[in-house]
């Protein structure tokens, strides 16, 4: 990398142009760790704007229902919980507290979401909705035998899924799916269910925005 600068110091004070590899003042040899000195700061320049994080582009939380937010910060709060558990009883304690939690939420209305995918699930409709890090899903919990997918009697949900794609933006309202009085979380694993967790949702209305 070129230098930036257009002349050196000596350490006589005199100043000499870029080119010149003796001083005109005192004619000693241009030092070389000038020459390191420079690289090194160019080289740190670099490291710095590469390592420093950039700031989200994304306006995915921007526009929200408050307790859209208020939700996604709870999430988030959990996670960094997560972060200091001492160990898997512990975290799972953390989970369950927090599925409860979240049984509690009032009927969530207008939220939005971007659509992952639709599907027909047992002759019903199937969705997957990411609301920030967090999926909703109109889906199936074999063990605990609920489902809330979506009949084609309920016509302006169903004829909705019928024109829906991967990536489509979506606003929605209905309520958390509870089982004994906590969320119904659908994850195989714990770690998925820290990290991107999905939860079983009625969907009382759904419309593409």
């Given at each position: 990398?070129?230098?930036?600068?257009?002349?050196?110091?000596?350490?006589?004070?005199?100043?000499?142009?870029?080119?010149?590899?003796?001083?005109?003042?005192?004619?000693?040899?241009?030092?070389?760790?000038?020459?390191m000195?420079?690289?090194?700061?160019?080289a740190?320049?670099?490291?710095?704007?590469?390592?420093?994080?950039?700031?989200?582009?994304?306006?995915?939380?921007?526009?929200?229902?408050?307790?859209?937010?208020?939700?996604?910060?709870?999430?988030?709060?959990?996670?960094?919980?997560?972060?200091?558990?001492?160990?898997?009883?512990?975290?799972?304690?953390?989970?369950?507290?927090?599925?409860?939690?979240?049984?509690?939420?009032?009927?969530?209305?207008?939220?939005?979401?971007?659509?992952?995918?639709?599907?027909?699930?047992?002759?019903?409709?199937?969705?997957?909705?990411?609301?920030?890090?967090?999926?909703?899903?109109?889906?199936?919990?074999?063990?605990?035998?609920?489902?809330?997918?979506?009949?084609?009697?309920?016509?302006?949900?169903?004829?909705?899924?019928?024109?829906?794609?991967?990536?489509?933006?979506v606003?929605?309202?209905?309520?958390?799916?509870?089982?004994?009085?906590?969320?119904?979380?659908?994850?195989?694993?714990?770690?998925?269910?820290?990290?991107?967790?999905?939860?079983?949702?009625?969907?009382?209305?759904?419309?593409?925005?």
């Amino acid at each position: 990398m070129a230098e930036s600068v257009s002349y050196w110091i000596c350490p006589c004070g005199k100043s000499n142009l870029k080119s010149s590899n003796k001083c005109a003042g005192c004619a000693k040899r241009r030092p070389r760790r000038l020459l390191m000195y420079g690289a090194i700061l160019a080289a740190v320049f670099v490291g710095i704007a590469m390592l420093s994080p950039t700031q989200p582009t994304s306006d995915t939380t921007l526009n929200l229902p408050a307790a859209q937010q208020d939700f996604l910060s709870k999430m988030e709060a959990f996670q960094a919980q997560v972060g200091s558990s001492p160990n898997s009883l512990a975290l799972q304690r953390l989970v369950q507290d927090r599925d409860l939690q979240i049984a509690k939420i009032a009927s969530p209305e207008s939220w939005s979401g971007t659509v992952l995918g639709v599907q027909s699930v047992q002759g019903k409709g199937g969705i997957s909705i990411d609301v920030g890090g967090v999926n909703l899903l109109a889906g199936v919990h074999l063990s605990y035998g609920i489902d809330t997918l979506i009949p084609s009697s309920q016509t302006a949900i169903y004829d909705t899924l019928l024109s829906l794609r991967r990536g489509d933006k979506v606003t929605f309202s209905g309520e958390f799916e509870n089982h004994n009085g906590s969320a119904v979380e659908m994850s195989y694993t714990s770690q998925a269910a820290v990290s991107n967790p999905e939860f079983l949702f009625n969907f009382r209305t759904l419309n593409p925005q």
